[in-house]
């Protein structure tokens, strides 16, 4: 097998290769996220290798899993809600229901020297549950037990009932109420190394402190409405999170408080603390700032999604889960994204991790290969990240549920990860997989192609493999698995057979050498498809400026603001503007290739009633407008043809063409004629000029006349048949003369229009 694999040849020969040849790359993060990982990490550096074990130990009847924690037998207990109960998971996956309380949920959980403490809320408790097993019964014991348990009633200071696919709990395991807070939530329970209890509360923010014979009493105040998560430091300080403003206090053993950090995240959702006691913190949502106070009387703002306790609003997420949940319990200040905080031995701070889509909710450390890493359960996509410094991560392993709330770690250095919607227990390590598969993202090349090399690099024992089919889900009848031969004397060719769409997976095996895949660079050459020209458009009277280029495939001609296109809308996205001149004709078309191929643009054109196309321009354009003098071709209706090719990216034998002929346009550079132009006074009357004459074009209707007396204003004229609509038009009128200037000589001039606003004038000098 291959130990190490480099084909990748980014050398002079890449630019040997023939015109249309194309690549897929994947070599980043990004990219290697969009695919499928089975038993497979991606590095935020862009690698695959081969990820911890992660394995299903357990699947709870319960929605969500808050908590867990682990004993010295290698057992874990686990604190759920709906139902709310505790349940206790052998390691060889087995299940006992030993906790099931009135409250909603089961919040956290403590475990010290065979006791485990069980925080329940809302309005909770924390309960006391004794675990030290029961000596083994005689067979007569066990009947008389068996029917005593029948008859029993089920409380909770009695024990647990059992329930479907749990085995119901032994008589030592009993539970009862060690502490009651008298507050609306308990979040998190810690134990210092003298055995006393300490209690994380929320709608107050206070830490309780319990002595073992259940006697409590504040042990620290904050200004927060609630405080998250618990921890200890190697010299016995407490760690608190809060929520409200992401503050990590330290507090002394005698109660004296220190704001360690003040995170850019509204909550503090959890705290570990390494070997060489750096603390880690993760947060979740975003700062807002403080309501505005309501004016004295004033009725609250209604906010039916919230729900109010004490000085804290907790918003109720649409995703259904219980009512007395935190803001961060799943996912509802997914708005602000999530940060993971490195503070060191020495106070200082630093971000370690951050993203706008994945909801930190667990933080522990895992071992493998003897290395301490920092992992991060998550949310809303049930995934493990492993952070190893500032900017370096891998996405190590994703659940079958939606959020990674709590992390335990067990005794033989595997690491315990419970989930919610849906409630399971994962172990992840200690060792790594033997054998994990990556499935790339179906990459789509748009036209049918022919698959080439496959350059790799990478390094161990690896294989991979490839797919190919015509729609886009590989479910769907595909080309069946083909390895790749990497040994083959023609080198790495892909077997696919050619498609549109195409798969690749690559399967890592353990080895001496650890595997890892870098990047991988699919050649291939899609089928050549003709270009297509979308539209042309002719518009006379127009002309480009000479400094004009092509701004993009979608550009009409607009002449004076006004778009002269027959184009779809759609089409018409940005604008080059032709300018107005009467002896030019402006030609612009659009085209697109599939291949993305350089293009080359031939004009031609034809009059009406002629047969062959005659050419229009002497050498191949690139850009996609053209204008010329319109006196080059004579009064008459024209149709331009477009001829496109993509010659320049193919082989002459390969080459296409196509098409496109535009609407018909007529030319008219000939004005009109003014005939017999006659002008005499009235002899009945000498106050007015009698005048009549014709207008007559040889192409175009007559659109328009008017006529001047002695250099005055231009006055309209209307034909004798009052419609202007023919190519000639008979005018017949007076033109009265004021008393003062009825004698003398006078000019009268006429001019007329045609349809395409060529002038023809004439004048006539009258005397009396």
């Known amino acids: 097998m291959k130990l190490y694999i480099s084909c990748f040849l980014l050398l002079s020969t890449l630019c040997a290769f023939a015109e249309g ?24 550096v862009g690698t695959l290798e081969l990820a911890p074990q992660f394995k299903p130990l357990y699947s709870s009847p319960s929605t969500y899993l808050w908590a867990i924690t682990t004993d010295g037998a290698g057992n874990v207990y686990a604190a759920a809600g709906s139902p709310a109960r505790v349940y206790r998971i052998t390691p060889d996956g087995k299940s006992q229901v030993i906790f099931e309380p009135k409250e909603l949920q089961v919040q956290a959980l403590a475990e010290r020297d065979g006791v485990l403490y069980a925080a329940t809320s809302p309005d909770g408790k924390v309960y006391k549950i004794q675990l030290t097993p029961a000596p083994e019964l005689k067979p007569d014991q066990k009947e008389e037990k068996k029917k005593k348990s029948a008859s029993a009633s089920k409380s909770v200071e009695a024990g647990t009932k059992e ?51 259940g006697e409590g009493s504040v042990f620290f105040k904050s200004d927060e409405a609630h405080i ?10 407490l760690l608190a999170g809060s ?27 959890a705290l570990a603390v390494d070997e060489d006691n750096n603390i880690y913190a993760a947060g979740i949502g975003e700062k807002r700032p403080p309501a ?8 609250p703002a209604a906010n039916p999604s919230a729900l109010t306790a004490g000085t804290a609003t907790i918003t109720i997420v649409p995703n259904p889960q219980p009512t007395g949940s935190a803001s961060s319990i799943l996912g509802a200040a997914s708005s602000g994204g999530s940060g993971v905080y490195k503070i060191a ?28 890493n920092l992992v991060a359960g998550t949310g809303n996509k049930g995934r493990i990240f492993a952070i190893r410094g500032s900017g370096e991560y891998t996405d190590l392993v994703k659940a079958s549920a939606n959020q990674v709330t709590a992390m335990a770690n067990g005794t033989d250095g595997a690491l315990f990860a419970a989930t919610s919607n849906l409630g399971k227990i994962f172990t992840l390590g200690p060792s790594l997989d033997a054998e994990g598969n990556y499935e790339s993202d179906v990459f789509d090349a748009h036209l049918f192609s022919q698959w080439g090399r496959l350059e790799v690099r990478g390094q161990g024992n690896f294989d991979l493999l490839a797919r190919s089919g015509n729609v886009d889900n590989p479910d769907r009848n595909w080309s069946p698995w083909e390895k790749i031969n990497f040994s083959s004397p023609e080198g790495p060719l892909v077997q696919a057979p050619p498609a549109r769409f195409i798969q690749w997976k690559a399967v890592l095996h353990s080895g001496q050498k650890t595997p890892q895949i870098e990047s991988v660079i699919l050649n291939y050459r899609s089928k050549n498809a003709a270009p297509v020209i979308d539209e042309v458009a002719v518009q006379v009277g127009a002309r480009f400026p000479p400094s004009i280029k092509s701004s993009s495939e979608n550009t009409p001609i607009i002449v004076g603001g006004e778009s002269n296109s027959q184009q779809p809308k759609q089409r018409m996205e940005s604008f080059a503007t032709a300018m107005r001149d009467k002896d030019s004709i402006a030609v612009r078309w659009t085209a697109h290739d599939d291949n993305n191929d350089d293009l080359v643009y031939s004009l031609y054109y034809r009059g009406d009633g002629e047969t062959q196309w005659k050419p229009l321009t002497k050498e191949k354009l690139t850009d996609k407008f053209y204008s010329f003098d319109s006196d080059l071709l004579p009064d008459g209706g024209y149709t331009i043809k477009v001829i496109v090719s993509d010659a320049p990216s193919h082989s002459p034998e390969d080459a296409l063409t196509a098409e496109k002929e535009s609407t018909r346009f007529e030319v008219d550079n000939t004005p009109p004629q003014v005939e017999d132009l006659n002008a005499a006074f009235l002899t009945d009357n000498g106050g007015e000029i009698h005048v009549t004459f014709r207008a007559r074009d040889g192409f175009s209707p007559i659109r328009r006349a008017e006529y001047s007396l002695d250099a005055s204003d231009w006055q309209f004229l209307e034909p004798v048949g009052k419609i202007s609509d023919s190519k000639t038009e008979n005018y017949d009128f007076s033109i009265p003369l004021p008393a003062s200037s009825a004698a003398g000589e006078h000019v009268v001039v006429v001019r007329v229009y045609d349809q395409y606003d060529n002038l023809g004038s004439a004048k006539v000098i009258v005397r009396k």
């Open 21 to 44: 040849t194309q690549t897929w790359e994947q070599t980043k993060f990004d990219e290697f996220e969009k695919g499928t990982a089975r038993g497979v990490a991606i590095r935020s």
């Open 163 to 213: 329930s479907p696919g749990d085995k119901s709990s032994s008589d030592n395991t009993a539970a009862k109420v060690f502490f009651d807070p008298q507050t609306k939530y308990i979040w998190d329970l810690a134990i210092d190394k003298s055995g006393q209890l300490y209690v994380a509360t929320g709608d107050n923010g206070q830490i309780f402190r319990v002595s073992q014979n």
């Open 228 to 237: 998250r998560v618990l921890a200890f430091d190697h010299q016995g300080n």
């Open 243 to 269: 929520d409200g403003s992401g503050l990590i206090y330290r507090i002394s053993p005698s109660g004296e408080a220190f704001v360690l950090y003040s995170a850019s995240k509204k909550e503090i959702t």
């Open 292 to 299: 505005p106070t309501p004016l004295p009387g004033a009725a």
């Open 345 to 372: 031995a020495d106070g200082s701070p630093t971000e370690l991790w951050n993203s706008r889509d994945e909801l930190v909710y667990a933080l522990a450390f895992e071992r493998i290969a003897g290395k301490q």
